[in-house]
C-alpha cells in the first residue's frame, strides 16, 4: 500500500512524467563500464582528459553504455562549481561527451556541472551512440554540505532503448528514507538505474574496520529486489581538494545489484583505484507494471509463507 503511494503522489505533484514500460518484453544484453575515475576538484581539462582516455579504453574492450561519476567535471562541492560550471548541451564537458559517443557508437551516462542562467545544478546526462542528449536529471535529494553550490532539481524521467528502459539518479537520490525516488523511476518503467556518484569517507577511514558500501546495499537491494532491477552506482576516486569536505576521500566501491536484489559487483577501494569496471546486464522481463506490482508482491509474499 505504501510503496504505491510514491507514484500516485509524485504523479499527481507534476514532478514526474510518465514513462512507457516494456513491461512482459526481453531486451537484449549489454556491457557496462564503470569508469571508477580519478576526479580533481576544480581541474576541468585535466578530468576532462582522463575521461575521454577512459571511455576510449571501455570502448576498444567491447562496452555498450559507459558510467561515469558525479560532478566528473569539476568534482563534487567543489567551489569552483559556482564559477565554472557550463551549461547543457552547450558547454564543453557535455559537447565533449557527445562527441566521444558518437565517435565510439555508444552510450555515456555522466554527472556534469550544470549552468542553466543563474542557477547551478549538480546534473547528469545520458547521450546515445548518435551523440544526442536523451535524457538531463538534476539531483533532488543533494546533501546539507550540497545547497550553497547546486539548485535542486524538480523532475524524473527514464527513456527507451534497445537495452531496456533506463532511468538516471544520482548518488543520494537513492537514499532517501523509503527509496522513493529510485523506486519512482521502477514504477516509470526502468529496467536500469544508472547513478553517477561520488561516495567519500573521512581521511583516516579504514575500510578493513569499517567495509564501505553498507549504506548503498541497503539504499540498493530493496528496490532492485521488489521491482528486478538493475541498479548500478559509480563514484569517483581520489582526494577533495576544496569545499566543506576538502581533505576527505572519494574512494570508488562502485557497485551494481542485479534483479532479486544479487550484489553482482562491487569495485575496489581507495583514492588510488583508478580503473575500469565491466558488467553484463541482462535487463529481465518486467513482472509488472502500474497497480499490477501490487498482485506481483502479494504473490512473493504468499510463497514465503507457504
Given at each position: 500500500?505504501?510503496?504505491?503511494?510514491?507514484?500516485?503522489?509524485?504523479?499527481?505533484?507534476?514532478?514526474?512524467?510518465?514513462?512507457?514500460?516494456?513491461?512482459?518484453?526481453?531486451?537484449?544484453?549489454?556491457?557496462?563500464?564503470?569508469?571508477?575515475?580519478r576526479v580533481v576538484g576544480g581541474a576541468l581539462e585535466t578530468n576532462l582528459l582522463h575521461a575521454s582516455e577512459m571511455i576510449a579504453e571501455a570502448a576498444a574492450q567491447g562496452a555498450q553504455v559507459v558510467l561515469l561519476p558525479e560532478a566528473m567535471d569539476l568534482g563534487w562541492t567543489h567551489p569552483s562549481?559556482?564559477?565554472?560550471?557550463?551549461?547543457?548541451?552547450?558547454?564543453?564537458?557535455?559537447?565533449?561527451?557527445?562527441?566521444?559517443?558518437?565517435?565510439?557508437?555508444?552510450?555515456?551516462?555522466?554527472?556534469?556541472?550544470?549552468?542553466?542562467?543563474?542557477?547551478?545544478?549538480?546534473?547528469?546526462?545520458?547521450?546515445?551512440?548518435?551523440?544526442?542528449?536523451?535524457?538531463?536529471?538534476?539531483?533532488?535529494?543533494?546533501?546539507?554540505?550540497?545547497?550553497?553550490?547546486?539548485?535542486?532539481?524538480?523532475?524524473?524521467?527514464?527513456?527507451?532503448?534497445?537495452?531496456?528502459?533506463?532511468?538516471?539518479?544520482?548518488?543520494?537520490?537513492?537514499?532517501?528514507?523509503?527509496?522513493?525516488?529510485?523506486?519512482?523511476?521502477?514504477?516509470?518503467?526502468?529496467?536500469?538505474?544508472?547513478?553517477?556518484?561520488?561516495?567519500?569517507?573521512?581521511?583516516?577511514?579504514?575500510?578493513?574496520?569499517?567495509?564501505?558500501?553498507?549504506?548503498?546495499?541497503?539504499?540498493?537491494?530493496?528496490?532492485?529486489?521488489?521491482?528486478?532491477?538493475?541498479?548500478?552506482?559509480?563514484?569517483?576516486?581520489?582526494?577533495?581538494?576544496?569545499?566543506?569536505?576538502?581533505?576527505?576521500?572519494?574512494?570508488?566501491?562502485?557497485?551494481?545489484?542485479?534483479?532479486?536484489?544479487?550484489?553482482?559487483?562491487?569495485?575496489?577501494?581507495?583514492?588510488?583505484?583508478?580503473?575500469?569496471?565491466?558488467?553484463?546486464?541482462?535487463?529481465?522481463?518486467?513482472?509488472?507494471?502500474?497497480?499490477?506490482?501490487?498482485?506481483?508482491?502479494?504473490?512473493?509474499?504468499?510463497?514465503?509463507?507457504?
Amino acid at each position: 500500500m505504501y510503496r504505491s503511494l510514491y507514484f500516485v503522489l509524485l504523479l499527481a505533484m507534476g514532478i514526474i512524467a510518465p514513462g512507457i514500460s516494456k513491461a512482459q518484453e526481453e531486451s537484449p544484453s549489454f556491457k557496462l563500464a564503470m569508469v571508477q575515475m580519478r576526479v580533481v576538484g576544480g581541474a576541468l581539462e585535466t578530468n576532462l582528459l582522463h575521461a575521454s582516455e577512459m571511455i576510449a579504453e571501455a570502448a576498444a574492450q567491447g562496452a555498450q553504455v559507459v558510467l561515469l561519476p558525479e560532478a566528473m567535471d569539476l568534482g563534487w562541492t567543489h567551489p569552483s562549481a559556482l564559477t565554472l560550471a557550463e551549461p547543457v548541451p552547450e558547454g564543453k564537458p557535455a559537447s565533449l561527451l557527445c562527441m566521444l559517443a558518437k565517435k565510439h557508437g555508444i552510450y555515456i551516462c555522466s554527472g556534469l556541472t550544470e549552468k542553466d542562467g543563474e542557477k547551478v545544478y549538480n546534473s547528469a546526462v545520458l547521450i546515445d551512440p548518435r551523440g544526442d542528449i536523451i535524457l538531463l536529471h538534476r539531483k533532488i535529494n543533494e546533501l546539507d554540505i550540497g545547497h550553497p553550490y547546486y539548485a535542486l532539481g524538480q523532475s524524473l524521467r527514464v527513456v527507451e532503448t534497445e537495452f531496456g528502459t533506463l532511468g538516471v539518479m544520482i548518488c543520494a537520490d537513492a537514499s532517501t528514507g523509503q527509496w522513493e525516488i529510485s523506486r519512482t523511476l521502477a514504477y516509470m518503467g526502468a529496467d536500469v538505474i544508472l547513478s553517477p556518484s561520488a561516495w567519500a569517507v573521512p581521511a583516516d577511514h579504514n575500510n578493513i574496520e569499517e567495509p564501505y558500501g553498507r549504506w548503498w546495499k541497503e539504499a540498493y537491494i530493496p528496490v532492485a529486489k521488489d521491482f528486478r532491477i538493475w541498479i548500478a552506482g559509480c563514484s569517483n576516486v581520489g582526494w577533495m581538494t576544496g569545499g566543506p569536505w576538502k581533505g576527505s576521500k572519494t574512494i570508488g566501491c562502485s557497485m551494481v545489484i542485479g534483479p532479486g536484489g544479487t550484489q553482482v559487483l562491487h569495485g575496489p577501494y581507495g583514492v588510488e583505484a583508478d580503473t575500469i569496471l565491466y558488467v553484463d546486464i541482462k535487463p529481465e522481463p518486467r513482472p509488472g507494471q502500474g497497480t499490477s506490482w501490487h498482485n506481483y508482491w502479494k504473490k512473493q509474499e504468499d510463497s514465503t509463507l507457504n
